[in-house]
């Protein structure tokens, strides 16, 4: 800048001569004391400015180190109140069932379940939850009735969750089933149903294992403890714009020549359609109060397999699931195959869902399958198809129809239809 202005005026000089003639050697002199304080008020500006930036630099560098500072300070212990999650949900049902040669059944059904969870160290959880119904292990509805009487609340969850090291997970006391279910189907195992005993989950990158003992019986007292395993090892990849998931399982739950952990030892219908044998082997049921014990052991070997892609803007899923007990000769296989279209965990989403199972008597423990599907156990096959819709994010409606045929190893044969309308909260 000092240099353009002190040129421009030389030039000015320079190129009119006329006005240079006219100036006298004072006045000239002059001129040049102004250029001279102009051009030192020009240095003086620039070594101010510079100043600034060195300042501003400093400044910049400051606060760069306290953020750094502040980000490096470790964030305040979490309190209780921090460390603990509520959740749980409530339901509301409708239901109609139809079975052959009796006469048809409408009741009206609650649930409702809350669970606490404490995170009680970085790596450690402890649940307990709290369901209505009773000691049925597959259920907690409660049906409403007895002229506005109390309904019981019984203990559905209470657990240690253990994260040992990165994607291993190793559960105590009564929890969640860690078992994977094809299609969230419960061909196996109850959705309802929460084990006892000890388990296992690891995943990691592509694969998964889960493994599980559980009691359904563990006072010996009793006479018919029992003590159950097994185990899952899966895998899964996308492929495409699909994505598989596919696995294997075993498992063992050794009941042959014991009494059933649920229920009326002497009722065949406590087996839920398991075959049954009383002491001297007669079909359960053939004498009078007399005490029954399973016939078979249930080992069983699994295969299940999912796909899940998008048909459009909505999610799909297609599924199977089979499984066999080796030590039956005869009514040892139960399969699923089925299929999902959309959601409903938002306002105005929908799901659509269908599957065709069928179980054979003793393919399974019939006390821990579906408890909807063919009135629950096993020695049944049909259609269900189900629609649920989304209110909100914290409400959906539905039905489910079942389309089912019902002891059909017992040359009984009947069919059983069973419609249920849902409304459903959850909150967490």
């Known amino acids: 800048m000092k240099r353009i202005l002190f040129s421009t005026l030389v030039a000015s000089i320079v190129l009119t001569p006329a006005a240079f003639a006219?100036?006298?050697?004072?006045?000239?002199?002059?001129?040049?004391?102004?250029?001279?304080?102009?051009?030192?008020?020009?240095?003086?500006?620039?070594?101010?400015n510079a100043e600034l930036r060195a300042?501003?630099?400093?400044?910049?560098?400051?606060?760069?180190?306290?953020?750094?500072?502040?980000?490096?300070?470790?964030?305040?212990?979490?309190?209780?109140?921090?460390?603990?999650?509520?959740?749980?949900d409530f339901r509301y049902r409708f239901e109609n069932i139809e079975v052959e040669g009796s006469d048809s059944r409408t009741r009206h059904r609650i649930r409702a379940r809350t669970n606490i969870k404490a995170q009680v160290a970085d790596n450690t959880e402890v649940g307990f939850g709290l369901a209505t119904g009773g000691n049925d292990p597959v259920s907690t509805n409660q049906t409403l009735g007895g002229g506005g009487s109390s309904k019981p609340v019984a203990l559905d969850l209470a657990y240690v969750d253990w994260e040992a090291t990165e994607g291993l997970h190793l559960l105590a006391g009564k929890f969640k089933n860690p078992l994977k279910r094809a299609g969230g189907?419960?061909?196996?195992?109850?959705?309802?149903?929460t084990p006892e005993g000890l388990a296992l989950k690891y995943q990691r990158d592509w694969f998964f294992v889960n493994a599980l003992g559980t009691y359904l019986e563990g006072d010996s007292k009793q006479r018919n403890d029992n003590f159950s395993w097994g185990g899952q090892f899966g895998a899964s990849g996308t492929f495409g714009d699909v994505k598989l998931t596919g696995g294997i399982a075993y498992y063992s739950i050794p009941t042959k020549g014991k009494a059933t952990t649920f229920g009326d030892e002497t009722d065949p219908g406590d087996y839920f359609g398991n075959t049954a044998v009383e002491a001297g082997g007669a079909a359960c049921g053939t004498t009078p109060d007399a005490t029954c014990v399973f016939l078979y052991d249930y080992e069983l070997t699994q295969v299940f397999a999912e796909a899940a892609f998008n048909v459009g803007e909505w999610p799909a899923l297609v599924f199977f699931d089979y499984v066999n007990n080796s030590d039956p000769s005869d009514n040892d296989t139960g399969w699923i195959i089925g299929t999902r279209l959309g959601q409903a965990k938002d306002r105005g989403q929908m799901q659509f869902a269908y599957y065709y199972a069928d179980k054979e008597a003793d393919s399974m423990i019939g006390m821990l399958t579906d408890s909807d599907f063919g009135g629950g156990g096993t020695d049944s096959k049909g259609h269900s198809v189900q629609f649920n819709y989304g209110v909100n994010k914290s409400m959906t409606i539905g039905a489910q129809y079942f389309i089912n045929e019902i002891d059909i190893s017992s040359g009984s044969k009947s069919d059983f239809d069973r419609l249920m309308i849902d409304m459903q909260w959850k909150w967490k």
């Open 185 to 193: 189907q419960a061909l196996t195992w109850d959705g309802d149903w």
């Open 22 to 48: 006219a100036v006298s050697d004072e006045d000239f002199a002059q001129l040049r004391e102004q250029l001279a304080a102009v051009s030192a008020r020009l240095e003086e500006l620039a070594a101010e």
């Open 55 to 88: 300042a501003q630099n400093q400044a910049d560098a400051a606060i760069s180190q306290v953020e750094t500072t502040i980000s490096e300070i470790p964030a305040a212990s979490e309190s209780w109140p921090d460390r603990i999650k509520l959740d749980g």
